[in-house]
């Protein structure tokens, strides 16, 4: 894997350790001004890890196979190969798969940029969250039907649908995306407080 792939990927799957610890840390400061920057920073990392998770995703499932370089022709061989992932799901009929299969990686890879930008950082974290939700019921679902497949998540090793898939994307996933979503929406409900006025002096007072 190449230098770019290999820090994205280490950004996706542990990213989520600094948002966590962004959010404890929010949790325990009292003061609502430094509460408040804590939590503006918390947004813009957790923007950056939960967006680096769906470009990622979308970068595992377009890379050209090993030994090939980038190209048109390259990357529709790996969304053809995740297309019989999508498939093995049993959930969407061939034609249904190939065309999620052609449409999710760029979806993922839009969201991603979306998130990490910032703007309007309350919709792009929910539908983050709302993605992240309907990922881990498709693997969930897949494994209640005793299917033996990989979960195609295109973040790190493959991992078979079943419970460690279903842990990892609930804890480095789901969990970030989660918390910038609150913070997100806490931030925007709490106004910003507005700066003491001193009160004049007797001297200042009597001029």
């Known amino acids: 894997m190449d230098a770019f792939g290999i820090i994205l990927n280490w950004l996706a799957e542990w990213g989520f350790l600094f948002v966590v610890a962004g959010a404890i840390a929010a ?24 967006g680096s998770i769906f470009i990622a995703a979308a970068y595992g499932k377009l890379k050209p196979l090993p030994g090939f370089p980038w190209s048109w022709t390259s990357i529709k061989i790996s969304m053809a190969l995740f297309a019989i992932q999508v498939e093995s799901y049993q959930v969407l009929s061939p034609k249904a798969a190939n065309a999620v299969a052609h449409i999710l990686p760029f979806a993922e890879l839009f969201l991603g940029i979306w998130v990490v930008s910032g703007i309007l950082r309350r919709w792009s974290s929910l539908v983050a969250s709302l993605a992240f939700c309907g990922f881990i019921i498709a693997i969930f679902s897949a494994y209640e039907r005793g299917l033996k497949i990989d979960c195609g998540c295109g973040v790190g090793p493959p991992l078979e649908a079943g419970p ?44």
């Open 27 to 50: 949790l325990c400061v009292r003061h609502p001004a430094q509460r408040r920057s804590l939590v503006r920073a918390l947004l813009i990392v957790g923007g950056i890890v939960v």
């Open 164 to 207: 460690a898939a279903l842990l990892r994307d609930g804890m480095r996933f789901l969990l970030p995306a989660l918390i910038i979503t609150v913070a997100a929406f806490w931030i925007r409900k709490r106004p910003a407080p507005s700066p003491a006025v001193d009160s004049p002096s007797p001297v200042s007072a009597a001029h």
